[in-house]
């Protein structure tokens, strides 16, 4: 005992008490911080309310509409719920304007009570053949599935806190798998029952997902489950289901460790979740232009285009319907517009995370600058103490907001502020005693200011990627702008403007193709290589990369129409975006391809190869859509297709008939469209036949057709080639095969 307390005394006076009890402190407020009382997690959380209040995400794009049964609509239509035969009109509406996806914010749990067959039964008075016919009427239930059946709808669901029946498995759920640690699934929220829409609506949905949200003790959303379980079920939310669903993901992974849930990952995208698969909400300022009236759309008084290639989201702002909910940047957000800005941050790109690392980060922090405080403050006088005091405040608070700012990553600054300020309070305490007793004695030499250690960032782990491929059937896309030099040239002395308006008909055509289930290879300046049916199956794969270019040429007229507005207003000159597409159906080696350090998705093959020359070749024969044979045997019956010649491409032994995309079914079966498509058959096999005036003559009726000017280009071209035909003829065996001399 004596020896301990002279070993104690010796410790006291080399280390000094002030620094025991520091350490002591550290210790304290780490456990603390394991332990996370309220209190320490209210006041993280509220300094994440502060930086989202401070620099919340900036809408670029608003790819949500909110159909609301808003207080004007109850008051037009009547009290909710509505009859399901309202709310099958209010989706057939969404779906004739054009809307990708729909998801309902609401559950139809029970049976109509205006079922003919219910009302039947329950008036009083009917005479039987009344009551007869009423019961031979299909139910408005059956009315709203086969509205289902039509579009793509996501029905939404809602976990409960006791079991109210036994779950239906016969019903769909959607498949959910999990890649990294086992035994995820206690990590997740869950709820003991579940409540889902009636059999005949639930079988035929699209997809179905659970819109229950959590509040935090303090009554705030600020994270929404994108995963959790409902009566022994694991299910997403319906903000992710909505995303699987236009995405077309058949099954959602949920990537986890051993902390818990990481992220869950769809087709293409990964959203960051925390360990119990939650989503913090990148919240934008309230935007009431993303909402229209539900009695507007039943209406049809909605202007045109407001739903268009929008996922449209089906909720409630009546106040009486009780959806209201307080989140950081507002105290009255509906809740349908909580699931709006779920999708609209994964869509953008701007969500926030805590990393699962973060508890790590910010316990090494408070340890690192804790010591740093411990060792060096004793020794500097009251007005460094402060200085120091403040940079280390300072120091934190910046890391912190750096991190969130550059990075969108949540990493909490009070725990380390307040544990360091606890250290720097007791420093400061004993420096003032010490001073005391020592105030006559000469102070030393100041002790070399040493700043904090910057906290390193833990990176997530890159999944792993192997080199190599598979050979499938492909349909491959090159588009390219047409005199993009001549544009970029008008951009000279603004770069920043020639980025912008890369972006501007870039990001369009992107969301074509992938609205088409296409995937996006790479951009190579302004243009696009894409591919379909991989890496997912694709049957329609042909077909879909036909329609994804005909839009295409629709968004780029779009663009062209409103650059051509702006030009006139502003008096410089206009000069047009016009893209060329070839697209080839051919087998393809795809897979990761590269080297160790960098690898990327991608095809190579011939059919690649004579995709990209046939979009070389676009300018050449007039139609900005050219494709190869395979594709246009797959897509005859839907698209305006037309045979345009018989080409040899250097480095192939054999020959490929190219055709034109002149429009879709419309056009197919229009009779200029049938007309000019004749005379090109006759013209061409005139011309095979070496039948020369034949040809001409062709050409020569063709030019006198309706909309012939769709085939001048065309035309001038068979023209020349035979005209050095009649004064150089074809060899003998000449097949009527053209060699391809441009790229």
């Known amino acids: 005992m004596k020896r301990l307390k002279i070993l104690r005394r010796w410790f006291t006076r080399k280390f000094g008490f002030a620094r025991l009890m520091c350490l002591g402190l550290l210790v304290v407020f780490a456990g603390a911080r394991l332990w996370d009382p309220p209190p320490i997690q209210e006041l993280r959380l509220r300094t994440f309310d502060m930086f989202q209040l401070i620099?919340?995400?900036?809408?670029?794009?608003?790819?949500?509409?909110?159909?609301?049964?808003?207080?004007?609509?109850?008051?037009?239509?009547?009290?909710?719920p509505w009859p399901r035969t309202r709310i099958a009109d209010l989706i057939q509406n969404l779906t004739n304007n054009g809307a990708v996806a729909i998801g309902f914010d609401v559950v139809f749990s029970e049976a109509d009570r205006l079922n003919p067959d219910i009302v039947a039964s329950q008036m009083r008075d009917l005479d039987d053949a009344t009551r007869a016919k009423l019961r031979e009427l299909p139910s408005n239930d059956q009315i709203l599935s086969e509205a289902i059946k039509r579009s793509r709808v996501v029905l939404g669901e809602t976990g409960q806190h006791a079991i109210s029946s036994e779950v239906d498995k016969s019903l769909p759920f959607t498949g959910v798998a999990t890649v990294g640690e086992e035994g995820a699934e206690r990590f997740l929220f869950e709820f003991p029952g579940l409540l889902r829409n009636v059999p005949v609506i639930e079988k035929v949905a699209?997809?179905?997902?659970?819109?229950?949200?959590?509040?935090?003790?303090?009554?705030?959303?600020?994270?929404?489950?994108?995963?959790?379980?409902?009566?022994?079920?694991?299910?997403?939310?319906?903000?992710?289901e909505i995303l699987r669903v236009v995405t077309g993901t058949p099954t959602l992974l949920v990537r986890t460790d051993k902390t818990g849930v990481r992220a869950v990952r769809l087709k293409g995208v990964e959203i960051p979740t925390d360990r119990n698969g939650q989503l913090w909400v990148h919240y934008a300022r309230q935007d009431p232009s993303?909402?229209?009236?539900?009695?507007?759309?039943?209406?049809?008084?909605?202007?045109?285009g407001k739903f268009s290639g929008k996922l449209v989201l089906v909720g409630t702002s009546a106040v009486g319907l009780n959806d209201i909910k307080t989140t950081p940047v507002s105290s009255t957000m509906p809740g349908v517009e909580i699931h709006a800005q779920v999708l609209e941050s994964v869509l953008s790109g701007a969500v926030i995370s805590q990393p699962n690392y973060a508890l790590g980060v910010e316990l090494l922090a408070a340890l690192v600058i804790g010591i740093l405080v411990i060792i060096f403050t004793p020794n500097l006088g009251p007005v460094r103490l402060v200085l120091a005091g403040a940079t280390f405040a300072a120091i934190l608070i910046g890391v912190s907001w750096f991190f969130y700012a550059q990075y969108r990553y949540l990493i909490d600054f009070t725990y380390p502020l307040l544990s360091t300020t606890a250290i720097y309070l007791t420093l400061i305490f004993a420096s003032f005693v010490r001073e005391q007793r020592q105030r006559v004695q000469i102070r030393g030499m100041f002790a070399q200011y040493m700043s904090p250690v910057l906290v390193e960032q833990l990176a997530q782990s890159p999944e792993k990627l192997v080199l190599g491929g598979e050979e499938r059937e492909m349909t491959i896309m090159f588009s390219d702008v047409r005199g993009f030099t001549t544009i970029s040239e008008t951009y000279k002395h603004d770069p920043q403007g020639l980025i912008a308006l890369m972006n501007r008909f870039l990001t369009p055509l992107t969301d074509v193709i992938i609205d088409q289930k296409g995937y996006i290879d790479k951009y190579m300046g302004d243009a696009i290589m894409a591919f379909w049916n991989a890496p997912l199956d694709d049957a329609a794969h042909e077909v879909n990369a036909c329609e994804a270019a005909i839009q295409m040429l629709e968004k780029i007229d779009a663009v062209n129409k409103d650059r051509e507005q702006e030009a006139a207003d502003g008096g410089h000159v206009y000069i047009p975006l016009n893209v060329g597409i070839g697209l080839n159906t051919g087998i393809g080696v795809v897979g990761n391809m590269g080297s160790n350090l960098k690898k990327n998705y991608s095809v190579l093959?011939?059919?690649?190869?004579?995709?990209?020359?046939?979009?070389?070749?676009?300018?050449?024969?007039?139609?900005?859509?050219?494709?190869g044979s395979r594709t246009a045997l797959a897509a005859k019956d839907k698209f305006a297709i037309l045979e345009l010649?018989?080409?040899?491409?250097?480095?192939?032994?054999?020959?490929?008939?190219?055709?034109?995309?002149?429009?879709?079914?419309?056009?197919?079966?229009?009779?200029?469209?049938?007309?000019?498509?004749?005379?090109?058959?006759?013209?061409?096999?005139?011309?095979?036949?070496?039948?020369?005036?034949?040809?001409?003559?062709?050409?020569?009726?063709?030019?006198?057709?309706e909309d012939a000017d769709t085939l001048e280009k065309l035309f001038g071209l068979y023209e020349a080639r035979i005209k050095d035909f009649q004064i150089n003829p074809p060899a003998e065996g000449w097949t009527g095969a053209y060699a391809l001399l441009t790229k």
């Open 55 to 80: 620099d919340p995400r900036h809408k670029t794009a608003r790819p949500v509409t909110i159909v609301d049964i808003d207080d004007k609509s109850l008051a037009k239509l009547g009290q909710w």
């Open 206 to 240: 699209a997809g179905r997902g659970l819109f229950s949200i959590r509040t935090e003790r303090d009554g705030l959303i600020r994270r929404v489950p994108m995963i959790m379980r409902a009566q022994g079920m694991v299910m997403p939310s319906l903000s992710l």
């Open 645 to 705: 010649d018989f080409i040899m491409v250097k480095g192939k032994t054999e020959p490929e008939v190219i055709y034109a995309i002149a429009g879709r079914g419309d056009v197919l079966h229009s009779g200029p469209f049938q007309r000019l498509r004749n005379v090109t058959i006759e013209m061409l096999a005139c011309y095979r036949g070496r039948d020369w005036q034949g040809a001409l003559d062709a050409i020569e009726r063709g030019r006198r057709s």
């Open 605 to 627: 093959g011939d059919s690649v190869n004579l995709a990209s020359r046939l979009e070389g070749q676009s300018k050449e024969y007039g139609f900005p859509i050219i494709v």
């Open 290 to 304: 993303i909402y229209v009236s539900a009695a507007d759309v039943l209406d049809n008084t909605v202007p045109p």
